[in-house]
Each structure stands twice: as C-alpha cells, then as structure tokens.
C-alpha cells in the first residue's frame, strides 16, 4: 500500500513564494485604499441620510458598512490565507477567507432586515426627504465607489475581483438614488424613497442568500460545483494499469483551492518501479485539471481495504 502527496520541487516552492509575496503586497495596498475610501463615505452617508431624512440613503449606508467590514476582513484575511500550512493548521489558512464572506453575510442580514422594517414603516407613513441634497450624496457615491472599483479592477486577486464587482453593484445603486432624487425635485412622490431602500435591501437579500450557500457548501466539505467530478474519475480510470478506484473525496478549502483524495485500485503484475511513474502520472493530470493538493493511495486488486466495506467501488 503506497502513499502520495503532491509536493512541489524546491526550485518552484522559491519561485512562487517570493511571487505570492510581491502579488499579496500589491492586493494589500488595493484593498487598503478602497477600505478606507468605503468608510469614510460610509460616515458621509449616514450625516448625509440623516439630514436629507432618507431612508435610501440611510439603508444604503448600512450596505456600506458591511461593505467596509467586507474590505476590512477582506484586506487581513488575504494577508493570512497566504500562510503557510504548520502544526496548527495543516492545510494552510486559505478557509479563513471563508469566515470573513460568513461574517459579512450575517451583517448584511442584520442590517437589511433592520432597513426593510424601517422602509415599511415610511411606506405606511410616507415622510419628505431633502431631494437636493440625495442627488449630492448620489453624485459622491458614484466618485468614491467608482475610484475604489477602478483600483480593485487593477488586481488580480479573487479578493480584489469580488469586491470590484461588489463597488459596481454600489455604483448602480446609487445610479437609482440619483434618478429618483432627480424625479422627486420636480414631482412629489415622498414614497419612492422607501420603495427604493426596499428595492436595495431586497436585491442584498438576494444575493446573500446565494453567498450563504457557497459558504456552507464550503464549510461543510460540500463538491465545489465547478468541478466535474465525473470527467476526473474517466480520465483516472483511463489511466494504463488502473482497474478501478474508491474513496473518492473532493472538496475546496476557499472555493478556489481544490483538495482530493483518492485510492487507486491496480493491476496486482504492476512493477514496483512502475508505481512512481504512475503516481506522477496521476498527480499531474488531476493538476491539469484544476486539483491544487491531491493524496493518492495506490493498492493492489489482490488488498482488501477498510475504508471501502460500505462504498461502491468503480471499475473500468
């Protein structure tokens, strides 16, 4: 019975250190700045709501507030996931990057359920908002997410793609505070303030909803969707002296790093020296496939093996 780890050479390992390292400290400086730029206006915006009496720009301002909690976890925990596996954490610290997407989705929870309550209450009992002063704040908002959406754009970190997107989704939020300030300077209609926080607060909702479940899919060691499984397990069995294979397991450690095990089940007249060539074998083409760390346990047709009593083994 052998046992396989995929490992880097030493030469490789060097090369990707120092390039993690110089690539981490460019999506540090990113995620700084567009921290910092969030908020602060994120403390506009709430001076702002107040004094404009809109109930918009006050639930939009408590989607910048988890936006900022975002970018601020997003910025440490980029910095930690790139920690090398040790004693503590054998895998690496790359799941980190989970918690903060977990712990944003809870304040966005939280503040969105506060707003919607709010909204309706001011739906019921409409209440007049400074149209004047929304239309600035619109204006800021689209200077200041706009700024922090180019310079994310610039990266090329998963962190920085994410939350890019993330400022484009405030941009055109604030496209539609800007379009209904805009109507309510020349029509009164005080309930199309509250109707757009709920519309605002409906689409984070939404996608937190889809985020959780990425989440939990993580946590929980769940398939990464992105992944088919079925074609690697092909490509396995194609594999010359290969008769069949079981406990097979796929998971992700951030949903981007991929880890497999798998135990390979061969032809018993294999030759030992035959053995390495076929576990490098293996090992690169579940790379070329998208699998970052795999574990291959190679046995015999002739072994039995304890951990596959309850699982159906796949033949050929």
């Known amino acids: 019975m052998t046992h396989s780890h995929d490992h880097p ?10 390039h993690e390292h110089s690539h981490t400290h460019t999506s540090g400086q990113n995620l700084a700045l567009a921290f910092f730029l969030n908020l602060s206006f994120c403390v506009i915006e709430l001076i702002g709501g107040f004094l404009t009496n809109s109930i918009a720009i006050l639930s939009d ?12 976890m997003a910025w440490y925990f980029q910095k930690v996931s790139t920690r090398r596996p040790d004693a503590k954490y054998t895998y690496g610290y790359k799941r980190f990057s989970t918690i903060s997407a977990l712990l944003n ?24 908002s400074n149209a004047q002063g929304m239309f600035i704040l619109a204006i800021l908002g689209i200077v200041v ?27 055109l939020g604030w496209v539609a505070v800007l379009i209904a300030s805009l109507v309510m300077m020349f029509v009164d209609v005080p309930v199309l303030d509250p109707i757009l926080s709920i519309g605002i607060s409906c689409f984070i909702l939404y996608n937190v909803y889809h985020n ?31 008769e069949s294979l079981h406990d097979f397991h796929l998971w992700t450690m951030d949903s981007e790093y991929m880890v497999l095990t798998v135990h390979l089940v ?3 007249t ?25 574990t291959i346990e190679i046995e015999s047709a002739t072994e039995s093996c304890e951990w596959c009593e309850d699982e159906t083994e796949i033949p050929v």
């Open 212 to 242: 959780l479940k990425s989440v939990f899919r993580v946590i929980l060691q769940g398939k990464p969707s992105n992944v088919d499984e079925t074609a690697i397990t092909k490509k396995l069995l194609e594999m010359e002296k290969v």
């Open 145 to 171: 997410n706009g700024a922090a959406a180019w310079r994310l754009k610039k990266g090329n970190s998963l962190n920085e793609r994410v939350v890019s997107l993330h400022m484009l989704e405030d941009i």
């Open 61 to 72: 301002a408590l989607h910048d507030f988890g936006d900022s909690i975002s970018l601020g």
């Open 9 to 18: 050479g030493e030469k490789s390992q060097t090369y990707v250190k120092a």
């Open 270 to 294: 294999i030759k030992k020296e035959e053995l390495q060539a076929l576990r490098a074998a293996a090992h690169l083409l579940l790379k070329n496939m998208g699998i970052q760390h795999s």
């Open 105 to 128: 989705c809870l304040v966005l929870l939280t503040g969105s359920g506060i707003v919607l309550f709010e909204s309706i209450k001011r739906l019921l009992h409409p209440v007049e």
């Open 266 to 268: 061969v032809d018993p």
